[in-house]
C-alpha cells in the first residue's frame, strides 16, 4: 500500500463552497461557524473544475471562491491545526464539454495535471489569519481528490490519475515535503484498471444513493494490487437510508466503524 498523509483509522468529511448558492459568492455562512472541524482528521473541499482553453485547475468554474476557501481553511486550521486538507475535481452534468472529457491526450492531461501541482504547491508555505484573529495558520494543501461521477467518469481516468500523481510527487521532491495524497471518490468501479492501486492512495466508497450497491470487492476486483486499507467507507449520516444496507441502520455503522478501527480498512467518510 502507497503511504499519504492522512491518519490511520481516518474519518473525513466534505465541504462544498457553492451550499448557499442564494448568498453573495464572498459571503461565508453563518452556520458554517458551527462546523466541528476538531472532529474530522481529513478535509475535503470543492469544487473545483477543468478550466476549458487552458485546461488548468479552476476553483470555481468562473465563480469568484477564493474568500469562502481561505474562510474554510482558516476556520479548519484555527480550530485543529493538523487537519488534513484535500482540494476536490467535482463534476459537472455530463454533456461532451465538460471537465476529463477535455482532457482528450497527453498534453492536455499533463496541462492539466502540472496546474493541479502548481495550485497545490502556492499553498504549500502560505500562511493565513487565525479566525480568531491571533496569530497565523498554515494553509498548506496536503492532496487532490476526484469526485468520480458523471464529467469525471471517463475512460482515460487512470492516466489522468497517474499523471497527476507524478507531477505532485515531484512537487513534492522539489520541496522536500512528505507525499503528497491523490484519491477519489467513486460510486462505481467502472473505469478503473490496475494503475490505479499505484496512483491513488485511498478510494473513497459512495456507499450511498447511486453507489449503495457497490460494495468493497468489486474496486478490488476492478484493480488488482489494491488493498483494503486503501478502502474508506463513506455514508450520509443525514439520511441513513440512502446509504448501502450495510450501513442503514446505526448497528450497520457500528460493526464499519470496528473494521476501521482494527485497520481492516482505511478510514470513512461523509
Excluded at 463552497?17 to 476538531?38: A, C, Y
Excluded at 515531484?170 to 468501479?189: C, D, H, M
Aim: with cysteine; proline share 6%; aromatic share 12%.
Amino acid at each position: 500500500m502507497s503511504s499519504g498523509p492522512w491518519p490511520k483509522s481516518f474519518v473525513g468529511s466534505h465541504v462544498l463552497l457553492t451550499e448557499g448558492d442564494k448568498d453573495p459568492w464572498d459571503k461565508v455562512r453563518e452556520s458554517w461557524s458551527q462546523i466541528r472541524f476538531d472532529d474530522i482528521d481529513v478535509l475535503f473541499i470543492s469544487p473545483f473544475y477543468v478550466k476549458p482553453g487552458d485546461f488548468s485547475f479552476e476553483l470555481g468554474n468562473g465563480i469568484n471562491l477564493v474568500e469562502r476557501f481561505e474562510w474554510t481553511i482558516r476556520a479548519a486550521r484555527s480550530k485543529n491545526p493538523n487537519i488534513v486538507i484535500i482540494v476536490v475535481q467535482f463534476w459537472q452534468p455530463n454533456n461532451g464539454q465538460n471537465d476529463f472529457e477535455l482532457l482528450g491526450d497527453d498534453e492536455k492531461i499533463k496541462a492539466y495535471a502540472d496546474s493541479v501541482t502548481a495550485f497545490i504547491g502556492s499553498y504549500y508555505n502560505k500562511t493565513l489569519p487565525n479566525i480568531s484573529g491571533n496569530g497565523q495558520v498554515s494553509a498548506r494543501i496536503q492532496g487532490y481528490d476526484v469526485d468520480v461521477e458523471s464529467s469525471t467518469l471517463v475512460g482515460n481516468l487512470p492516466k489522468i490519475l497517474m499523471a497527476v500523481r507524478q507531477s505532485l510527487d515531484g512537487l513534492a521532491q522539489k520541496l522536500g515535503a512528505s507525499k503528497l495524497s491523490v484519491s477519489i471518490t467513486p460510486a462505481w468501479a467502472t473505469c478503473l484498471d490496475s494503475t490505479v492501486a499505484q496512483s491513488c492512495d485511498y478510494i473513497n466508497m459512495q456507499n450511498y444513493s447511486g453507489g449503495a450497491n457497490t460494495f468493497p470487492e468489486a474496486y478490488l476486483n476492478a484493480v488488482p494490487g489494491l488493498e483494503k486499507q486503501q478502502l474508506a467507507w463513506g455514508f450520509y449520516p443525514e439520511t441513513p437510508n440512502a446509504s448501502t444496507q450495510l450501513l442503514q441502520q446505526f448497528p450497520g455503522v457500528i460493526n464499519k466503524a470496528q473494521a476501521i478501527a482494527t485497520g481492516e480498512y482505511g478510514g470513512t467518510y461523509t
